[in-house]
Each structure stands twice: as C-alpha cells, then as structure tokens.
C-alpha cells in the first residue's frame, strides 16, 4: 500500500504541475527513460534534462490537460491523458494519451506514450 499511495502522490504533483506547465520538473528521477512521440524509433532518451526539452516543445502544442483515468498498481501505473491541441496550422484537436509510468526511489523513473502519431506530425507541418 505504500508503493500504490508514494506513486499517486508523485503523480498527481507531476499532472497538476504539468497541466498548469510548471513545477512538475522535480518529481522526475535524474536518469529518467522516456519512450514516445515517434512510435518507429523505441529506444528511450535517457536523462531528466533531456525530458524537461522534450515537454517545453510538446508543452507549446497542448492549450489544456487532465487526467481521466489512472490505475496504479504498486511502482507501475497507467494513466490516460485527456490534452487539447492546438497547432501551427491552425488545426485544434482533443486527444487521449496513454501514459504508462515506474516509480523508483522516490521519483518518476520512466514513462511510455502511447497516441496517434501521425495525426499530431501531420499537423505539426
């Protein structure tokens, strides 16, 4: 029970400060795995740094965030990320995210997206 309650805690610090796009930057372990945003290449970018850019270019494209489910079983959970997009070209679009997060020593170790990539590189053009 402990692992289960650590892990919502984290993680509700980690959305409610990435939905307002900030203060979430201190929930994320220092070698941080992140998979996603380009579904040939699964081979994770390693490094909290490298996270934090990642999420200052996505964060330019999402007007608005929330969680509308999230299951949590010990150090793993899976939440789905409901965003409101709105891109370059003008083209808005609500989208759900499938985020599968591991918890370890206190801090977000990795996460995996799961959503339409094509979709969202079409409108980034």
Do not use: C
């Not at 941080?32 to 964060?59: C, H, L, W």
């Amino acid at each position: 029970m402990e692992n289960h309650a650590r892990t919502k805690q984290l993680l509700d610090t980690y959305y409610k400060g990435f939905a307002a796009k900030a203060n979430w930057e201190d929930t994320i372990a220092d070698d941080f795995q992140y998979v996603g945003g380009d579904m040939n290449n699964t081979q994770p970018v390693v490094g909290k740094q490298a996270y934090v850019e990642i999420i200052k270019r996505f964060s330019q494209r999402f007007q608005s965030m929330r969680v509308k489910q999230m299951i949590i079983e010990g150090d793993k959970a899976s939440v789905i990320g409901n965003y409101d997009f709105q891109f370059p070209n003008g083209q808005k679009i609500n989208g759900n995210v499938s985020e599968n997060w591991t918890v370890k020593n206190g801090k977000l170790q990795s996460l995996t997206l799961y959503f339409d990539t094509l979709t969202f590189m079409t409108n980034l053009k």
